[in-house]
């Protein structure tokens, strides 16, 4: 790299923000003192040599900052535009503008004014720590700035609602109102200089799908030279596997609930379910207890294989797995990185909360083999 965009220690340019924070911490001498203890913390822990190197040097947050860092110096250097895509990775990176998103919300003082002065009254917010920061639509991040306004009663509506005599007219007062002002209204100033860098990745349940299938597969090959081959892998290993893929969709928000519903009721204690098993044909329930361990996953009954998130026919083969692509969930993770205003360094406020946006649209440009 140029050394016009380099600084001490080769750190590139667009590292710059956060080399400056770092020597604003540790002025002058303190700097090198400071850095021989990170040196030192990555090599040793405890004064036991560590196994790090270069691979470790990394982390899935600072991905997404060193790729916001990057995409930030484009932008300032005009390299690229507001809300133009720049993919790094299997991560898509744009740096979009404070206003953008509550466009149609935006304010003046002046016409904030007036709508108090016509029956609105400003509330006061309180920041509530117990708000789950990972709700899909919310917070979104100009949250923290809105202005909720409420609206006052006249006279005359307090001496229509006195009238009301039941819920259902309440409602339908209410409603009658609300049409002419609203209640409340949630509004915002503007503010032109400010942007943020965001970044989308997609995710797919059918990712999830195939390294489980990988998975099982890879069982089948190892317990084919002991001496479990014949029952190995078991109906129990299956519902495990199935098991682990349920956590893991759940965890990554691409569960389908109604199919984690009906395969939990497969799950106790990793077992299979006793009242589910007095439903197996010709089969009670101390033959599945102490024997259905020792079954072949290819001798599974219906009955618990038609409630498997990855049943015995997806996993027989490939072709059969991937009839599950089509109709597999999608979505994209939406974080927002940098918060920067026009020649200020950026300030770093992600990866933390992130909004979902369902990608299943792609489905329809897609061709499957049946």
Known sequence: MPAENQFKFGITCEFKPLWDEFESLAPGSKKSKMMRFLIYNFLYKKGIRTNN???NATSNDWEYVEGALKVHNKFIKEKIKLRDE???????????EYD??????????????????????????????????????????????????????TTRELEGLAKVSSPKESDLYYERINKVKPSWIAVYLSQPNKYYVKCKVKNQSFDYYEKTYKDFHKDIRKYRATKDASYRPSIEDLVNLNDKLRSELIQNNLIDFEVAKKFSKLIQNNL??????????K????????????????????????????????????KNLNKIKRDAARIFKHYTIL???????????????FTIQNADYEKASEIYED
């Open 339 to 353: 918060e920067f205003k026009e020649n200020k360094s950026p300030k770093i406020i992600g990866p933390r909360d």
């Open 272 to 281: 299979i379910n006793f009242d589910l098993t007095k439903k197996l044909n």
């Open 283 to 318: 089969r009670d329930r101390d033959f599945v207890r102490k024997e259905g361990r020792k079954m072949n996953w290819r001798d599974i009954p219906k009955e618990i294989d038609d409630c498997l998130i990855l049943n015995s026919f997806y996993l027989k083969n490939k």
């Open 100 to 153: 953008y998103k509550i466009k149609d919300n935006i304010k003046t003082k002046e016409e904030i004014e007036n709508l108090k002065k016509n029956g609105y009254n400003e509330l006061k917010r309180i920041h509530n720590p117990n708000t789950n920061p990972s709700n899909w639509t919310e917070p979104i991040d100009q949250d923290l700035d809105k202005i909720i306004l409420n609206r006052m009663f």
């Open 86 to 96: 720049y993919k790094i990775n299997n991560r898509i990176f744009w740096v979009e």
């Open 53 to 55: 190197t270069f691979e």
